[in-house]
């Protein structure tokens, strides 16, 4: 992260970070209304939504650029496949990572090679703005409007892959139900 701070600015940096773990949330909202999830896991693939931007943008100047493509791609697939198992929110991290790309278009600065180039980089900008506006305008309608939070049964595999009967229960439950004795003590 200081290494696009130092390219960027701090503040840029705190605005797609923040931008991104609320677009994370949004979407986890939306999918998984009825558990819990915190951490910082959407506002850094927010980040990896700006390094995916910032490489593409800067394609030309990048020593080995399909390489760097492909480690970046290899890394969040990796990442996304950690979130396949359970208490790691993929909901979040899908949803920061569009934030994030969508974020990076309108924050960070770029170098332009004529006019051309300034109007192409012009049109990104301008359609990035009605886009993550429209993202969190429609995440919160959909999370304050769901008829009921169940509506996508087969996209909790999005999320974690039951590999055994109680591979994927909540969290609470689990902790409630180990906390409750299953025998009564001996006197």
Do not use: H
Not at 12 to 30: D, E, F, H
Not at 77 to 97: C, E, H, K, R, V
């Amino acid at each position: 992260m200081w290494k696009i701070e130092t390219r960027i600015s701090w503040l840029r940096v705190t605005l797609i970070y923040v931008l991104s773990g609320i677009g994370g949330y949004v979407v986890s909202g939306i999918f998984e209304a009825t558990s819990l999830s915190v951490g910082g896991s959407g506002s850094l693939f927010g980040l990896f939504g700006v390094l995916l931007v910032e490489l593409l943008q800067g394609w030309r100047w990048v020593r080995r650029p399909c390489v760097e493509l492909l480690k970046l791609c290899i890394f969040i697939i990796f990442m996304l496949a950690l979130g396949l198992l359970p208490y790691i929110d993929n909901y979040s991290q899908i949803g920061g990572f569009l934030v994030g790309i969508l974020s990076s278009f309108i924050f960070i600065p770029y170098i332009t090679l004529g006019k051309w180039d300034r109007a192409k980089k012009l049109c990104l900008i301008l359609t990035a703005v009605p886009l993550i506006l429209a993202f969190f305008l429609v995440g919160f309608v959909v999370f304050y409007n769901l008829p009921y939070p169940d509506f996508c049964p087969s996209c909790s595999y999005i999320n974690c892959v039951p590999i055994t009967r109680t591979f994927c229960d909540d969290f609470i439950t689990n902790v409630v139900s180990s906390a409750v004795p299953t025998q009564p003590p001996q006197t």
